[in-house]
């Protein structure tokens, strides 16, 4: 024990090439912080009881991220000009190799991508994990899902074909007649008196570059929140985080009569009956 | 285990003392007795990013194996719907106009409501209350109880609007199409019934084919949509040749805010046989 031997060969090897891996990382830490950024998000503690549920989040940001790589790939194909436009679908479709599956699946991807929303949203709902303090993350998740929507209605023209064009027709005459705003937004939509090449390229626009940018960053604040407050324990758990107290003590049906009044945080708990 | 808030005897904490309280044995107990979200839940994260994206590429191939052959181009009608249908045209003499299936309910609640008195609340309030209700949830259920059962109220709210989401959903998706060919076959009946003069009969086919009965009903043929009202009798009412003309060339330019397309590609010639037919129609003789 007392004596050292000095380091084998081998060992001294083995030394120089973990430094030597270690460089790049160690590099960019010193620089920007970053490892010791992706390290406290990996190794972050989450509560032991999170179940498959708590899974539909990263789910919907899967299906955004295949949309976002999906659409970048058929944007590289697309022509947004009415001569064209419906020409470029149907060849990114039949001849382009593998084109049918890029469409598809952002065609597909957008259906799942929305009911992926709405089911992370059920399950927000159900957990009641939208209470304080993560009202903030419930509105910038209703934000999302408002825009998610958005992208559906945009996209849609962009194939110009019938179905596009005429429930387009039929969508901004509904924008239309909302009060006082209504003809605006069908204005703006429209780019001018009739739906045609002006209409086509502003779609394109907002769906390729302002919705999903405002998606992006909404997500990134969304994302910052989940690290920054936690994700909350199912409400059923027995040994759901921060629940503690409220556990031990067994929520009696009408406090004072059949049994007594319980002390601790269950006690400020408004009484049974409540609303919501 | 983290204690309870001090407070003096009798005196209730305030709500949002009692939730930061909560909260922050919330982050204690995770400190605690958490486990590390690498690798516990980003397995199950990959597990499901996995699924995700199989079902994904899963429906693609549907989609393009259903629809695609030998014999046909992506028009054909698949499994999941063609992949294009024709070139759009705005000048075009049928149409049906539908949206992506996730707007199915908002679809469908224009039809629930009359064009003019309260279409607006199906275009706008409804979905506007609603929205609004969405965002300002966290501030309307501010009890910190979280098991479903002793949230009654929620979760009945809950289940009514999944209830009612599904079935607009459904009912929007099984909504009857007025198709023009099934149409087209109603004009000898309608000649008959309203005793149409020969000129309305150009005008009678135009109207069958021309997509009108997308929204609007005449004689029980087509489907009523947007609140569009029924034209069985439009003629009972005078309006005249011209002004029929203009509306349909812009209804919004005369009747404010009519979500009714233009129809104005069609022509002039073909434009004056539709209110012909329009103006004769004086309901079941
Ligand atoms: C692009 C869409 C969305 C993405 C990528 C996303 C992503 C995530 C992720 C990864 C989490 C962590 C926990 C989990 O996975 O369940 C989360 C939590 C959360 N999300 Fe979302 N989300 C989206 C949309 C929404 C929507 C539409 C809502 C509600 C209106 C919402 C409200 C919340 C809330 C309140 C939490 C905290 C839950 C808790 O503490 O247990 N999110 N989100």
Known sequence: MAYRRPPTKAQLRRQRMEALVNYPLDWLEERSGLVGGVRYFLFRKVPGDVNWMQTLGSAALTAFIVQAVTGVILAMYYKPTPNEAYRSIQNITDHVTLGWLVRGMHRWGASVFIILMFLHMGRVFLFGAYKYPRELNWIVGVLILVLGMMEGFTGYLLPWDQTAYWATVVGINLNGTAPFLGPFIAQFLRAGQEIGADTLTRFYSLHMMLIPGGIIALIGLHLYLVVRLGVTSPPWSKEAAGMALADEEPQPLRPGLTRPVPRGIAAARPEAGGSK | ?285
């Open chain 2, 1 to 285: 285990m983290a204690a309870a808030p001090q407070r003096h005897a009798g005196v209730k904490p305030s709500r949002l003392e009692e939730a930061r309280a909560q909260f922050a044995r919330y982050k204690e107990d995770v400190k605690e007795r958490g486990k590390p979200f690498y690798p516990y839940a980003m397995f199950h994260d990959t597990v499901m990013s996995l699924v995700v994206v199989s079902v994904i590429v899963g429906l693609a191939a549907i989609w393009k194996w259903t629809s695609y052959g030998p014999h046909h181009d992506g028009t054909h009608q698949g499994l999941l719907g063609p992949e294009y249908t024709a070139p759009a045209d705005p000048g075009t003499t049928s149409f049906v106009p539908r949206p992506d299936w996730y707007f199915y309910f908002l679809f469908y609640l224009l039809r629930i409501f009359k064009w003019p008195e309260s279409v607006f609340l199906g275009t706008v309030g409804v979905p506007t209350i609603c929205l609004i209700l969405l965002f300002a949830l966290p501030f309307i259920d501010v009890r910190r109880e979280r098991r479903l059962l002793h949230r009654p109220v929620a979760v009945v709210a809950a289940a009514l609007t999944i209830l009612s989401m599904a079935v607009l959903t459904w009912k929007g998706a099984t909504a009857k199409e007025a198709l023009a060919s099934e149409v087209i076959a109603d004009v000898p009946n309608w000649v008959k019934a309203e005793k149409l003069p020969q000129n309305a009969v150009p005008g009678a086919r135009l109207f069958a084919t021309a997509g009108c009965t997308a929204c609007h009903t005449y004689l029980g043929t087509g489907s009523s949509n947007l609140g569009a009202p029924d034209l069985t009798q439009i003629g009972t009412r005078n309006l005249g040749i011209d002004f029929q003309i203009r509306h349909l060339k812009c209804p919004s330019c005369v009747v404010p805010g009519s979500p009714m397309p233009k129809f104005e590609s069609l022509g002039e010639e073909r434009l004056r046989q539709l209110a012909i037919f329009l103006e004769a129609s004086k309901g079941k003789q």
